[in-house]
Structures are given as structure tokens and as C-alpha cells.
């Protein structure tokens, strides 16, 4: 085994100086740098010297001049090299170890993706990273080969046009870290699919697809498969879901009609004229109040049964919604 030293560098969109102050855990910090301290800053550079325009966005200015937050990792790991047989001919690219080094790539994109998507759960905001650099460095054969290895992650569907900055108040700095904390584990990996819908989502510049994506996110959340019924369905549940007083349940219904409507019109028939961006912000929070829940509901259930699937999960959340959705209707809040 040989050891590689890796360093992480990366620029996150559109956040400012209170982020610096999550835990991403894994080794990561987020620091504020001014555009001369950036260690790769080239990278972040056009063919004129300009800052690229997928980071205009997220420069920031203050009295010193303009700066960034900036993601960042040093980290030592091993791997296998070939074992020397005599009388075997080696060349350099024996000893590159690329399938180790793109396991541990993969394995550290993976958990960036998981960090920021809850980051973008907790609360509304375009943070993210367009790109992110790594480069491994080791040696083998005594010094004899020095390998540095270069990668370079590059979101090419990330959404550089929402200018929404991701900031946080000393309190929600603290309730974020705690959140990431209690939520990063098998409840995040239960509700996966569901939380990568939302983000997909988030990452859109159409309006319509974005609130399409949204949609979608909520069916494979509160229907079973060949549901009947869905705009009905869908909106009882998402009002019983999140509201409790009756008028407040009766406009999320109407509200939740609406857009399951407007996402029909726009999914089927082309028409998107009724998606403003008012009502793709409305949808986003609708869906991130009820990713919320969900991922505390995956941690109770976890907590019950650590073998639990999101099938279980969601199947008993259903039949429970199901009998409160009921009660509303006799109730008169909801109609029949």
C-alpha cells in the first residue's frame, strides 16, 4: 500500500459568508477567499482572463475586493499498488491506479451530492458547486514514478441563473449542522430518489420543467403505482400533510388542484402559460415541507425497525394519510 495525498478545491454558487460556518463533515471546510488567494483560480478564468460566467453570479464584493466561498479538502488515502514479478516489463501507467483513485472520486462526489442536496432541503437557495477540482499525488518504485492525477467534476445542467443566495442567521447555522448531522445517514439514503427529483427540479431555467419535476417528486412520495384519481389524491394528501387547521387545509387543497392543473396542461398540451415564477417557488417550498417531514419520518421508522425500506415507509404513511383524509371529509373540510 501507498499512501496519495489529495486535495478537494471547488467555488460554491451563490451562498455568502454564513456558510462558512457549516460542517459538511468528511474533512470538508468553506472558507472565504478574494480572487487572488484562490489557489486554482485559473481554472475559474475564461480565454480573456474574465471571471467565467458560470461564477459571476456568485462573486461577492466587500472593501478588499471581490471574493468567494470556496470549498476545500486535504486528505491522505492508500492504495494497491501492482505487486513486482521478475521479469515482467512495467510501464508508467501500471502504477496510475486509476480504478482506485476514480473510487475514491466517485465516492467523494457522491457525498458531496448528498451534502448540498440537504443543504437545498433545510432551505431555499442556489448553493451548490458548478465544478470541483481534485488532484492525487503519489509515488511508487521508491520515487522512482511520481503520479499526479487530475479530475475535474463539471455540472454541465447546473442552474448558473437563479440568483438566490443561500444565507443562514446564527440560529438556522446551528439548526443546519444539526440537521445534516441527523439526516445524512440511512434516512437520507431512504428518501434518495425523492430528494434527487426535488434537486433535479431546483436545477432547472424552465419554469415548467422545473415545476414538472416538483410534481413528480410528490407522486412517487404519496401515490402507489396506477393510483386512479391522482390530482384528487395527491392534493388531500399533501393538505393533511402539512396543515392541520381546516380553512388553512382547504386552501392548500384548492392550491395543490391547481398545480397538479397547471403541471397537466404543461406535461401534456405544452402549455406552461400559467407557471409563473410565483408559482415555482410556491411549489419548491410545498416540496421541501414535505421532504422535511419525510426525513423525519424515515428516522422514527428506522429508529423502530433498522431494516425498514422506503416501500414500508411510504405504504404505511399512505394508509395513514389515507384515514386522516377521511376524517377531513366527514368533517366538511374536504369534499367527498
Given amino acids: 500500500m501507498t499512501d496519495v495525498q489529495v486535495t478537494i478545491d471547488g467555488i460554491i454558487l451563490y451562498c455568502d459568508e454564513s456558510v462558512s460556518a457549516l460542517q459538511l463533515g468528511n474533512g470538508y471546510t468553506i472558507k472565504k477567499l478574494y480572487f487572488d488567494e484562490i489557489p486554482f483560480r485559473n481554472k475559474i478564468i475564461d480565454g480573456n482572463g474574465k471571471i467565467a460566467i458560470s461564477y459571476l453570479g456568485s462573486q461577492r464584493q466587500d472593501e478588499k475586493g471581490t471574493y468567494f466561498m470556496c470549498l476545500h479538502k486535504d486528505d491522505t488515502y492508500q492504495v494497491q499498488l501492482p505487486e513486482i514479478v521478475p521479469g515482467v516489463i512495467y510501464t508508467d501507467k501500471d502504477f496510475d491506479c486509476s480504478n482506485q483513485l476514480e473510487a475514491y472520486y466517485n465516492s467523494e462526489m457522491e457525498y458531496l451530492h448528498k451534502m448540498f442536496s440537504l443543504l437545498r432541503v433545510f432551505k431555499k437557495g442556489n448553493i451548490g458547486l458548478k465544478e470541483v477540482f481534485m488532484e492525487h499525488r503519489f509515488s511508487a518504485l521508491g520515487g522512482l514514478i511520481n503520479n499526479t492525477h487530475k479530475q475535474t467534476s463539471d455540472n454541465v445542467s447546473r442552474n448558473i441563473t437563479d440568483n438566490t443566495v443561500y444565507t443562514l442567521t446564527q440560529e438556522e447555522v446551528i439548526r443546519c449542522n444539526q440537521f445534516l448531522q441527523e439526516y445524512s445517514g440511512q434516512e437520507y439514503l431512504l428518501l434518495k430518489s425523492c430528494i434527487d427529483e426535488f434537486v433535479w427540479g431546483l436545477e432547472q431555467v424552465d419554469l415548467p420543467t422545473g415545476f414538472e419535476q416538483y410534481t413528480t417528486a410528490l407522486e412517487m412520495i404519496f401515490l402507489n403505482k396506477n393510483q386512479q384519481g391522482k390530482k384528487e389524491v395527491l392534493s388531500k394528501r399533501v393538505a393533511v400533510l402539512l396543515e392541520s387547521d381546516a380553512i388553512r387545509v382547504r386552501s392548500l387543497y384548492d392550491k395543490m388542484k391547481n398545480f397538479y392543473r397547471y403541471r397537466s396542461d404543461s406535461l401534456h398540451e405544452g402549455d406552461g ?37 422506503w416501500d414500508e415507509i411510504k405504504n404505511n404513511k399512505i394508509n395513514e394519510l389515507k384515514a386522516v383524509v377521511q376524517l377531513a371529509i366527514v368533517a366538511g373540510t374536504l369534499p367527498a
Fill in 273 to 309: 402559460r400559467n407557471i409563473s415564477a410565483t408559482e415555482l417557488i410556491e411549489m419548491e417550498e410545498i416540496v421541501r415541507n414535505v421532504l422535511l417531514k419525510y426525513l423525519e419520518l424515515c428516522k422514527t421508522a428506522l429508529r423502530n425497525n433498522p431494516s425498514v425500506t
